[in-house]
């Protein structure tokens, strides 16, 4: 199990090294530099050379990448061009919004999805389970900022039950201070988590349904019936347990999808997370910024299937069995 | 509207029952056929499918309007659904149903074309991998570890907004080739077992080369995941497109694509939602027929799942 795990981790941060040395490349070859005159400013040409000589940008690529290896090496990712400031501070800054999004998604994601999968695998081929069925196919076809925009229509414009975007009251609330302010963060959380939620909890529901229709097969289910149990604890106390080994890798395949979508969602809703930083870095060709984001993306997602691994070889005891791992 | 646009319509409707007809009756004479008709929305998915299909290929006779002709600046900017105009008009006075029908080409276009260069990169890198093994499976597997953890939206943002006017081909081709990693995992799976059969043994003993047994006797039976990882594709590079125009980096503008119509729809949604209603809910509809169908075929093409 250890070796696996030291091996699994190589793997992992070769992975986020592989990605960081394709997004570097890809952004220096492209056309374009981030310091130039431009139809709305003239810039001195002094200004510039001396712009890239201080960014480095006047380097050869090769050593550039070098330096910046070794910069990252030592947990410094650089400075920002458009921000004035580390890279390091405005992720930092980003982060804790992404968190609070993605992560409640992730709550309602697998808490109705998971509740619903159940119910319709208990009622299988049954009216509810057919109709809950297609209602979620329904919202697994949607695309996620369309489902924002519709529901900031409805809720935030129409019934002005929640607000048209943001993360919190600039005026009364410029951060989390006291109880009234952590209502409003929620207040304005509700709408974009929802958007990113109900999407994903569709999909989680069908997994769900799908596994545990699967498991009910066995023939280790059909001894329990066979004992006389009642279906509901044939289902929800055998069946369960090992209907719930899938959905560990689906809570793996949930990070890539939360930060896909968070891009978007993030935008709907005007919510200052990672998303945006990334949209805005790349546009402006901030360089070591861009950088910086897909190191945390990457390795986000890189972190989420190593842990859905990990999760998986704890629960299942055929897989930690064979030692290796998969 | 006039009485032959609706006619057209009709007729649109018309060919698409047919079609779903013919699938129901062709699908019941075999049993994967069988299998595939249990799933009782694969059939509807086929109907909405062969609906959107006959529209955009007769779009300049469903579409009563010149997609990118702005009808009157003055007058008709942001007009609510009417007879005259069914979905309204945005707010360069363009009826939206007109763009809604010829997005439809764009975007089934976009989305078949990146996914067959998906789909046969990843067949062929999955081939490649499960049937040579050793070193060249640990490279391209490798490859596809890297391919999975970069966000997808992430290095397509990148690639379009870093090159500016990206032509709409090479867009097309970037959105294909970033989708092929999770197929080729697929094919190369059943490659492996595959290459171990007797049949394939049988093929090397009377002489084939690599490149003839692959294409002709390994490929053909693992064409389950392949048609199965198409089906879902398609739907998955409609939703990426979508997402791209919305952050007005996907199709330029005036070109209608569902995503793009979204995206200059999205600044008067309070005051004309039906500019970014309509294309969402097309969106949203064609994605689910392709999952119903992708659902369907999953079922009747791997005969040891039962269908549940």
């Not at chain 1, 005026?171 to 989390?176: E, F, I, K, R, W």
């Not at chain 1, 069908?206 to 509901?232: P, S």
């Not at chain 1, 959905?247 to 809703?269: C, H, K, Y």
Request: charged letters at 15%; proline letters at 6%; hydrophobic letters at 55%.
């Amino acid at each position: 199990m250890t070796a696996w795990l030291v091996r699994r981790l190589a793997a992992a941060i070769a992975i986020v090294f592989a990605v960081v040395t394709i997004t570097f490349v890809l952004i220096h070859l492209a056309p374009g530099t981030p310091f130039a005159a431009d139809d709305q400013r003239q810039v001195d040409p002094e200004v510039i050379a001396r712009l890239r000589r201080q960014f480095g940008l006047d380097q050869p690529l090769p050593v550039q990448y070098v330096l910046y290896l070794r910069n990252l090496l030592h947990g410094e990712l650089g400075q920002s061009f458009s921000q004035h400031r580390p890279v390091a501070a405005a992720i930092a800054d980003a982060i804790p919004p992404t968190l609070t999004l993605a992560g409640t998604a992730l709550v309602i994601d697998f808490a109705l999805g998971l509740a619903l999968g159940l119910y319709q695998a208990v009622r299988a081929r049954r009216f509810g389970d057919i109709a809950l069925g297609n209602v979620a196919l329904f919202f697994n076809s949607m695309p996620t900022f369309w489902l924002g925009l519709i529901l900031l229509l409805v809720f935030g414009q129409w019934l002005h039950v929640f607000p048209v975007g943001g993360m919190r009251d600039p005026v009364l609330c410029p951060s989390v201070t006291s109880a009234r302010c952590l209502g409003d963060l929620l207040w304005h959380l509700t709408l974009p988590a929802l958007t990113l939620g109900l999407v994903g909890a569709a999909a989680t529901a069908r997994y769900q349904r799908a596994a545990m229709l699967e498991v009910a097969g066995q023939d280790y289910v059909r001894t329990a019936r066979a004992k006389g149990l009642r279906e509901r604890r044939v289902l929800l106390v055998h069946a369960l347990r090992n209907a719930l080994l899938p959905i560990i890798t689906l809570f793996g395949l949930a990070f890539p999808f939360l930060l896909t979508g968070a891009v978007l969602v993030e935008r709907v809703f005007a919510w200052p997370g990672m998303g945006r930083l990334s949209v805005t870095a790349i546009f402006q060709r901030d360089y070591p910024l861009v950088t910086g984001a897909a190191l945390v993306a990457s390795g986000v997602v890189v972190l989420g299937s190593l842990v859905a691994d990990v999760l998986y070889a704890v629960a299942d005891p055929r897989i930690r069995g064979r030692g290796a791992g998969p | 509207m006039t009485v032959w646009t609706w006619l057209a319509l009709a007729s649109a409707v018309a060919v698409a029952l047919v079609a779903a007809a013919e699938v129901r009756r062709r699908a019941a004479t075999r049993a994967a056929g069988r299998r595939f008709l249990r799933h009782p929305t694969a059939t509807a998915g086929v109907f909405i499918l062969a609906f959107f299909v006959t529209t955009a290929l007769a779009a300049p006779l469903v579409a009563p309007y010149d997609p990118a002709g702005q009808l009157d600046p003055v007058h008709l900017q942001n007009q609510p659904p009417s007879t005259r105009f069914p979905l309204g008009t945005d707010v360069y006075s363009r009826d939206v149903w007109s763009r809604l029908v010829y997005g439809a080409r764009l975007s089934l276009g976009i989305g078949t074309i990146a996914m067959l260069v998906a789909v046969t990169v990843g067949a062929g890198v999955g081939a490649a991998a499960g049937y040579f093994r050793r070193g060249i499976d640990a490279v391209l597997m490798r490859s596809v570890d890297v391919g999975l953890a970069m966000p997808r939206m992430f290095v397509l943002l990148m690639a379009v907004a870093l090159w500016e006017r990206l032509p709409l081909a090479v867009l097309v081709l970037l959105i294909g080739l970033t989708g092929w990693f999770g197929t080729s995992r697929l094919v190369r799976a059943d490659v492996l077992s595959l290459r171990e059969r007797e049949f394939v043994a049988a093929a090397r003993a009377v002489g084939a080369g690599p490149t003839r047994v692959i294409f002709r006797h390994v490929l053909p039976n693992a064409a389950a995941p392949i048609i199965v990882s198409a089906a879902f594709g398609i739907g998955n590079v409609i939703l990426l497109e979508a997402g791209l125009s919305y952050l007005g980096l996907g199709v330029p503008s005036p070109l209608p694509s569902w995503g793009s119509i979204i995206y200059d729809g999205q600044p008067y949604i309070a005051t004309a939602p039906w500019t970014s209603g309509f294309p969402g809910l097309a969106i949203a509809l064609v994605v689910l027929a392709l999952n119903a169908v992708g659902d369907g075929l999953r079922d009747a093409l791997d005969p040891r799942k039962e269908a549940t």
